[in-house]
């Protein structure tokens, strides 16, 4: 199940989208206005938003742009009327992951929101945290984390092997000058920037228990 966040003020198209979503099997959340969409950002995570253009202040496209720059990376479908290209260029241009141009088809919009999801659900959740293996990004309720290379390269190895202890030397490996203090300091950073408790196996190695 995913958690949809639904920006649209046309309450019919609104509630068409609601339920083919809900049969779905998503949990869909709806605002009808640019401010309202924002305090439920504030308030929950979510796995896709489908936003309208033309709605209450502020517009979709002002409410993506303020929560790209906030570090809000969420996948986004902008669902508009508008369909000339500086709109769609625009849209684009501001972080929308994808486009579709009312009227639209139904299945061909469920598609659409499928495919996004399936990719979607190639990343690894652990509490707050999301994790791009392909790009090695951390977020944190959705704001990309300030990592270091090494630091990045040390949490992805203990994500991909929860309730597993890694060896020390594993993560030597990943270090320019390995030491057992040097990792110490690395997997301390780690806890502190990601609030996460990573266990210390004597003389072994690291773990990080399932959530």
């Known amino acids: 199940m995913a958690i949809i966040l639904l920006l649209e003020d046309d309450e019919m198209l609104a509630q068409t989208i609601t339920s083919i979503l809900i049969i779905e099997g998503h949990d869909v959340h709806k605002a009808s206005s640019g401010h309202e969409a924002y305090d439920l950002t504030f308030l929950n995570q979510y796995d896709l938003y489908l936003f309208d253009v033309n709605v209450p202040p502020p517009n979709g496209?002002?409410?993506?742009?303020?929560?790209?720059?906030?570090?809000?990376?969420?996948?986004?479908?902008?669902?508009?009327?508008?369909?000339?290209?500086?709109?769609?260029?625009?849209g684009f241009e501001i972080g929308a992951n994808d486009y579709i141009k009312k009227p639209f088809d139904l299945d061909e919009f469920l598609i659409r929101v499928r495919a996004?999801?399936?990719?979607?659900?190639?990343?690894?959740?652990?509490?707050?945290?999301?994790?791009?293996?392909?790009?090695?990004?951390?977020?944190?309720?959705?704001?990309?984390?300030?990592?270091?290379?090494?630091?990045?390269?040390i949490f992805s190895v203990l994500i991909q092997s929860i309730d597993r202890t890694v060896s020390k030397e594993s993560?030597?490996?990943?270090?320019?000058?390995?030491?057992?203090?040097?990792?110490?300091?690395?997997?301390?950073?780690?806890?502190?920037?990601?609030?996460?408790?990573?266990?210390?196996?004597?003389?072994?190695?690291?773990?990080?228990?399932?959530?």
């Open 171 to 211: 993560f030597y490996e990943l270090m320019d000058k390995p030491s057992d203090a040097a990792l110490r300091v690395h997997v301390t950073r780690l806890k502190h920037k990601l609030g996460i408790d990573i266990t210390n196996i004597r003389s072994v190695g690291y773990r990080l228990e399932s959530s």
């Open 61 to 90: 496209f002002k409410v993506l742009q303020e929560l790209r720059n906030a570090g809000d990376t969420t996948t986004t479908f902008f669902i508009t009327a508008l369909n000339d290209i500086n709109s769609i260029s625009q």
């Open 116 to 153: 996004a999801l399936k990719r979607k659900q190639q990343v690894i959740h652990y509490n707050n945290i999301i994790f791009e293996p392909s790009t090695q990004q951390v977020y944190i309720n959705n704001l990309e984390c300030d990592l270091s290379p090494v630091e990045r390269m």
